[in-house]
């Protein structure tokens, strides 16, 4: 079946220390979402990118979205303590010939991030 | 705050019950995804709702059912609870394939 891989599945960083997080899918995606979400909290949007090769900042926040649209990244540069929590990639499979999407979200494991002030 | 509310908060039933948890969507938001969260996994797809029809589904069996209102809110039922249900619900509203706004969740626990 369809899958996202996220990796890793873990990081600590020390507070000014970048991070990031990697996600692979199985198939071609039309769009794919990522979210953070904190310990016992849900998960917060946080960026879609839909084109093949998008780069999207936002403040220290930098999401890649792969050529072949199947991978994508997401960079935090100089971690800060309001960074901990666990950032899942969210990808909507391409699965119809005209390229649509059905609303099926599938999301990976997620990167649980942790910062030592 | 996204604006969606879920009810109940917290959840305990036995194995072999039945539950219904219900979702508020968004003001504004004709589609309505559940998501069934197992501790330290990613949401997984349950089903989508889009303007009071089923649209899209995924790998579960159809004791999970669901229904959407003509307001947008949501429910969703699950029969014959096994224990391995135990887990976050999660419901989330859009405007059709758009950024999906998560509610709270419901905590479900079968015993």
């Known amino acids: 079946g369809q899958q996202v891989m996220q990796i890793p599945q873990y990081q600590h960083v020390q507070e000014g220390e970048d991070f990031t997080t990697y996600c692979n899918s199985s198939?071609?995606?039309?769009?794919i979402q990522w979210y953070k979400q904190r310990p016992g909290g849900h998960p917060v949007f946080l960026i879609q990118l839909v084109k093949s090769g998008e780069v999207k900042k936002q403040k220290r926040l930098t999401f890649q979205f792969g050529e072949a649209k199947k991978n994508s990244s997401l960079h935090i540069t100089a971690t800060q303590t309001t960074d901990v929590g666990t950032y899942f990639c969210a990808g909507n499979p391409v699965i119809t010939d005209y390229g649509g999407s059905q609303g099926n979200l599938i999301f990976g494991k997620g990167t649980k991030l942790s910062v030592k002030p | 705050e996204t604006g969606v509310t879920q009810s109940p908060t917290h959840l305990i039933k036995t194995r072999g019950q039945q539950v219904t948890l219900r979702c508020s969507s968004q003001s504004g938001h004709n589609t309505v995804s559940w998501y069934q969260q197992a501790l330290g996994q990613g949401p997984q797809f349950i089903f989508q709702y889009y303007r009071e029809e089923e649209n899209g589904r995924g790998n579960f069996p159809p004791r999970f059912s669901g229904l959407q209102f003509p307001n947008y809110s949501s429910e969703l039922n699950v029969n014959a609870l096994e224990l391995d249900d135990s887990a976050l619900y999660l419901c989330a509203s859009s405007l059709e394939a758009g950024e999906q706004y998560f509610g709270p969740g419901t905590r479900l626990t079968v015993t």
């Open positions: 198939t071609t995606l039309s769009n």
